[in-house]
Nanobody, 129 residues
Framework: EVQLQASGGGLVQAGRSLRLSCAASGFTFDDYTVGWFRQAPGKEREGVSCISSSVGRTYFADSVKGRFTISSDNAKNTVYLQMNTLKPEDTAVYYC??????????????????????WGKGTQVTVSS
């Protein structure tokens, strides 16, 4: 059974950092792309970042570029989203999901059309000003 579990959220002050983890079971991350999404109250879901570790591709939304990094630990079957210099507008529930499509600049627009294959439960990130 494929399962994804996002964790690492919490309450932090603006300017601080958090690292989110997305742990997978039932499949191998190296063969798939992992995307991070977020949804703030009253707002549409937003694609944040993706990684296709088998081909070394990553992508970041403009809203987080330069502040967030993404990495994978294939031995642990876990993908990490390192979030630095957090802003109140980063407050949202963060979700990880997976698909066989490669990460690219158009990844999230493609996924809006075709959908991700598997989703994990979200983790809340709250950034206070």
């Amino acid at each position: 059974e494929v399962q994804l579990q996002a964790s690492g959220g919490g309450l932090v002050q603006a300017g601080r950092s958090l690292r989110l983890s997305c742990a997978a079971s039932g499949f191998t991350f190296d063969d798939y792309t992992v995307g991070w999404f977020r949804q703030a109250p009253g707002k549409e879901r937003e694609g944040v970042s993706c990684i296709s570790s088998s081909v070394g591709r990553t992508y970041f939304a403009d809203s987080v570029k330069g502040r967030f990094t993404i990495s994978s630990d294939n031995a642990k079957n876990t993908v990490y989203l390192q979030m630095n210099t957090l802003k109140p507008e980063d407050t949202a529930v963060y979700y990880c999901a997976t698909t066989g499509y490669y990460c690219s600049d158009s990844f999230f627009s493609v996924m809006d059309k075709y959908g991700m294959d598997y989703w994990g439960k979200g983790t809340q990130v709250t950034v206070s000003s």
